[in-house]
């Protein structure tokens, strides 16, 4: 209470400071004479100093009162995960803000908003990020609109020393087309641009039609640049698709009807029009036709809307059509940013372990089989090649994993997870990592220490965490290196048991390349349930999710143990889990004749659909 009480006096003080000082520093002095030419210089030089503190004075006060509006929201550090982050508008005005996080430690930005939501955006990328003095990769500015660039410009222009960035990413009409119209408002936003831009010309990506690259994990199709013949600003937005852990994105800007519909003549054929997600362009109101929409074919939608135009509060806006538009087309599920700033995961991929093989099981035969049945994603058990002849013990094993990934690539499917052999002290590790990358894994489950150096059970909770926080540390360097997120999982023994210990572990490591795997048969035969989860301080990286009648760790298909999974599902809603519906269920599959296999994974793979529906 005594810290609140100081804060909200310092925050008096300088509102009082701020409403003094400029009529002190503008007001004439009674009784003097006429100012000479270098004392109105002095005047306006001394005005300007003032202008400067006070502006400084304003951040530093709208830097607290947001870090603490952040803290309340709780927004989550999605680093190292795939996430979306659509920000609300602290004004209640229109603006679309966007952050997005990559399981490859990346960060992209898309618009940001008016000058006004700067505090506000800095301290919320610092809540996602986890830096005091964030990094984007790459920023996105879809139109010259102030509500989607102003808070660019002013990180650009002044916010350096709080905020820096690799790239900024755009495309608009010259500035002698809008001249030529007389259209003073673009005029205007690309003069601004031009002007901040000149301050770091090497970091402006000129985005065009067709344009294809990746920013790590998210890659980018641009499907839309501006038309020079279309006459509204909106209609020059950029549009363009985001793929991003298996779930693909529509973003829009302001497009208008013109954009989208030479959008949809462009590229409807490709199939890269078809979305899960879709940003709602122009706020939802009075921007492309619904045939686009229709097209885009959406899951979930994001609206980057304020309450009034989301209510069409003054009758002209055409957002109660567009959201019956959504209705009908089958829309699962609405983000409002007036309803507060969210994070929304990418639909959940289903992976399967490849340890519902035996040992040694040709790797190419088993992507190529799983990928016909229909899993989108591969756990690479490489605990289950430790043996004389092995590929993954061979001198050449980064070229046979490198020769996995052409498999798996051509198969369409990709591999997400790997498993370690041995625990976080083994002699394999290092060769783990390289080969996860190597066949373009982002995460390495490890075991953890369970056993002190004379063989006996770690029971206590210090000194599991001790012995643990130890080993994973030598092998971090190298995971940040490659790309690889390190991931301990609960197992069966002593501490190793609990998973709010596994989760403190996290914390103890403290980097962004180490998380953990929630393992629910582990835990559920250590007699701990699926709601365990929201006693840990950290929200899992990863499931290994398989069921048992809590006697055994039997790894069977959901539904075939005891284990609720509604309650499962509830709790991983509850928390906001991010990740992938990874299957560790093999032991069906492994113990079944060769011929039967297809079947049991087939109904493993309908199992893992039916959680995925429930999980967010």
Partial sequence: MKFKSVISALLALGLLFMSVVPAFAAAPQAGTAAVSASDEAATFSLIGFFENLIAKIKAFFAGIKYFFQVKKERVQNTMNKNAIHMLQSVEN????????????????????????????????????????????????????????????YEVAENRTKQVTFDKVLLNYVPYEIYESRSQEEGMEMVSEFDRISRAFPEKVQILNTGDVFSIGAAKITVLYTPDESFFDVNEHSVIFRMDLGGTSIMFTGDAQVNAGNRALADWESTGLIDCDYCKMAHHGQDGVDRSFYEAVSPEVCLWPTPTWVWDNVNGNLKTLEVRAWMEEIGVKKNYKAFEGSAVIGMKPRIVTTTDVFEEGYDAGKAVDRLASLGYEGIDMGFDYWIFDGSPFLADDY?????????????????????????????????????????????????????????????????????????????????????????????????????????AELVKTVGSDWFGWCFDVGHAWCSGYAPDVLKECAVVPTSLHIQDNDGSADQHLIPGDGT?????????????????????????????????????????LLETAQTIRAEMR
Avoid at 417 to 443: K, M, N
Avoid at 590 to 602: C, K
């Fill in 93 to 152: 005005t229109i603006c679309d803000s966007f952050i997005i996080t990559t399981e490859d430690g990346r960060v992209i930005v898309i618009d940001s908003g008016h000058t006004a939501e700067t505090d506000y955006f800095i301290q919320y990328l610092k809540a996602v990020t986890g830096q005091n003095r964030p990094h984007v990769d790459a920023w996105f500015l879809s139109h010259p609109h102030n509500d989607h660039v102003q808070v660019f």
């Fill in 398 to 502: 980064l070229a046979w994993a490198r020769d996995l990934k052409a498999r798996a690539d051509a198969a369409g499917v990709v591999y997400t997870h790997a498993h370690a052999p041995g625990e976080a002290d083994s002699e394999y590790l290092g060769r783990s990592i390289e080969a996860a990358a190597a066949i373009g894994a982002r995460y390495l489950v490890v075991h953890p220490i369970w056993r002190d150096s004379f063989g006996n059970t770690v029971k206590t909770r210090l000194r599991f965490l001790q012995i643990n926080a130890e080993a994973i540390r030598k092998w971090l360097p190298k995971a940040e290196e490659l790309g690889v997120t390190l991931l301990s999982e609960n197992i069966l023994w002593g501490a190793s048991s609990d998973p709010r210990i596994i």
């Fill in 563 to 603: 284990i609720d999974w509604d309650l499962f599902t509830d709790t991983l809603r509850e928390i906001g889990y991010l990740g992938d519906c990874v299957m560790e269920a093999h032991h069906q599959s492994l113990e079944a004749p060769d011929g039967e296999r297809d079947a049991i994974l087939s109904r």
